[in-house]
């Protein structure tokens, strides 16, 4: 194939990141992991070939456990790092996964100079700016995965309690990713139906609060391991979005300069992502209340941002 997509990661959700990339016919995909896991990403790779056979749209998978394999990706997809553990908050995870970041950022910009990345790894908006900051790759090229997620998240609850297709359920959820997201009611439509037309304000608020937890109720149920299939396919849309330039309009985690009255850091805003990544960002008049949730969700992210930046100092 035309296009090669490396992931970074061969656990839950980098398998099944490479498997939905092989299954729509993107690309050739790398899955790599770590050397200790030597075998791993290279056998789940011979059974994704093995079933790609069946799926009739042609492509290589293979398995890797040296990050040169990288090498001529365009899209590179990162999921290496811990997954959050019951009781466990996302900033628990922040030095543990720098840790595998930076290596494998080194390494895609030694390796892979052009790619477009699109990151996974918890906690998600401070991983995508230290992602952007080794590789020091142009910021619309470096993009976090959050939004897409935890809008289908909401999609499917409001699907859910009406009734209808997740298809036709529009939405829009900014801010970092976590407990702070901002979903944001005004701009969620059902077939194009205001949602407030069609959920009682009570429900809705309850569906919203879901949405937050929608990642820690996930946990609680799996018991080990954290939700895998919404955020390989969010990433995955993402990835597609950037391979075939469709210039979709969804939430990402992008760097903020000045925009939202933010600076020198990655947050859920509304972008434009097609060929050549991050194309736009798009602006929003946000009424008080959004914007100052918006603010408080940055500053979570910020204050993780100089920790990183403290331990870096300090080490
Ligand atoms: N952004 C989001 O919305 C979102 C959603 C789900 C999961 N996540 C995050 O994605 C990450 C992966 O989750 P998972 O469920 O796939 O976890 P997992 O434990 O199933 O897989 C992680 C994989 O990373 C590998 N790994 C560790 N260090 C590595 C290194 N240095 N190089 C290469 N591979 C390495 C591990 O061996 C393991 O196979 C976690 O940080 C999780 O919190 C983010």
Same mark, same amino acid.
């Given at each position: 194939?035309?296009?090669?997509?490396?992931?970074?990661?061969?656990?839950?959700?980098?398998?099944?990141?490479?498997?939905?990339?092989?299954?729509?016919?993107?690309?050739?995909?790398?899955?790599?992991?770590?050397?200790?896991?030597?075998?791993?990403?290279?056998?789940?790779?011979?059974?994704?070939?093995?079933?790609?056979?069946?799926?009739?749209?042609?492509?290589?998978?293979?398995?890797?456990?040296?990050?040169?394999?990288?090498?001529?990706?365009?899209?590179?997809?990162?999921?290496?790092?811990?997954?959050?553990?019951?009781?466990?908050?996302?900033?628990?995870?922040?030095?543990?996964?720098?840790?595998?970041?930076?290596?494998?950022?080194?390494?895609?910009?030694?390796?892979?100079? @052009?790619?477009?990345?699109? #990151?996974?790894?918890?906690?998600? !908006?401070? &991983?995508?700016? =230290?992602?952007?900051? *080794? +590789?020091?790759?142009?910021?619309?090229?470096?993009?976090?995965?959050?939004?897409?997620?935890?809008?289908?998240?909401?999609?499917?609850?409001?699907?859910?309690?009406?009734?209808?297709?997740?298809? @036709?359920?529009?939405?829009? #959820?900014?801010?970092?990713?976590? !407990?702070? &997201?901002?979903? =944001?009611?005004?701009? *969620? +439509?059902?077939?194009?139906?205001?949602?407030?037309?069609?959920?009682?304000?009570?429900?809705?608020?309850?569906?919203?609060?879901?949405?937050?937890?929608?990642?820690?109720?996930?946990?609680?149920?799996?018991?080990?391991?954290?939700?895998?299939?919404?955020?390989?396919?969010?990433?995955?849309?993402?990835?597609?979005?950037?391979?075939?330039?469709?210039?979709?309009?969804?939430?990402?985690?992008?760097?903020?300069?000045?925009?939202?009255?933010?600076?020198?850091?990655?947050?859920?805003?509304?972008?434009?992502?097609?060929?050549?990544?991050?194309?736009?960002?798009?602006?929003?008049?946000?009424?008080?209340?959004?914007?100052?949730?918006?603010?408080?969700?940055?500053?979570?992210?910020?204050?993780?941002?100089?920790?990183?930046?403290?331990?870096?100092?300090?080490?």
């Amino acid at each position: 194939m035309k296009n090669k997509v490396a992931v970074i990661g061969a656990g839950n959700v980098g398998a099944s990141a490479a498997l939905f990339v092989a299954e729509r016919g993107l690309a050739d995909v790398v899955l790599i992991d770590r050397p200790e896991m030597d075998g791993m990403p290279q056998g789940k790779a011979l059974d994704m070939q093995q079933a790609a056979t069946l799926w009739h749209k042609g492509g290589t998978i293979t398995g890797a456990t040296d990050l040169a394999a990288v090498k001529g990706a365009n899209v590179v997809i990162m999921t290496a790092g811990f997954p959050r553990k019951p009781g466990m908050s996302r900033s628990d995870l922040l030095k543990a996964n720098a840790e595998i970041i930076v290596p494998a950022a080194q390494a895609v910009k030694q390796h892979a100079p @052009d790619a477009y990345v699109v #990151v996974v790894t918890n906690p998600l !908006d401070v &991983m995508a700016w =230290l992602f952007w900051k *080794t +590789t020091g790759f142009p910021k619309h090229r470096v993009v976090g995965m959050a939004g897409i997620l935890d809008s289908a998240r909401f999609r499917a609850f409001l699907a859910m309690e009406l009734g209808v297709s997740g298809t @036709d359920v529009q939405a829009m #959820v900014l801010g970092g990713h976590g !407990d702070s &997201m901002v979903p =944001l009611p005004k701009y *969620t +439509t059902v077939g194009g139906i205001s949602v407030s037309d069609l959920v009682p304000a009570d429900r809705l608020a309850s569906i919203i609060e879901r949405t937050r937890n929608g990642g820690a109720e996930i946990v609680k149920l799996l018991k080990t391991g954290s939700a895998y299939y919404a955020p390989a396919m969010s990433a995955v849309e993402m990835a597609e979005a950037i391979l075939t330039d469709q210039k979709r309009l969804v939430p990402c985690s992008v760097l903020l300069e000045g925009e939202y009255g933010l600076n020198n850091l990655f947050i859920g805003v509304p972008v434009m992502l097609g060929g050549k990544g991050v194309e736009k960002i798009v602006p929003l008049q946000l009424d008080a209340a959004e914007q100052a949730a918006l603010t408080k969700s940055a500053r979570d992210v910020s204050e993780m941002i100089a920790e990183l930046e403290g331990a870096a100092k300090a080490g």
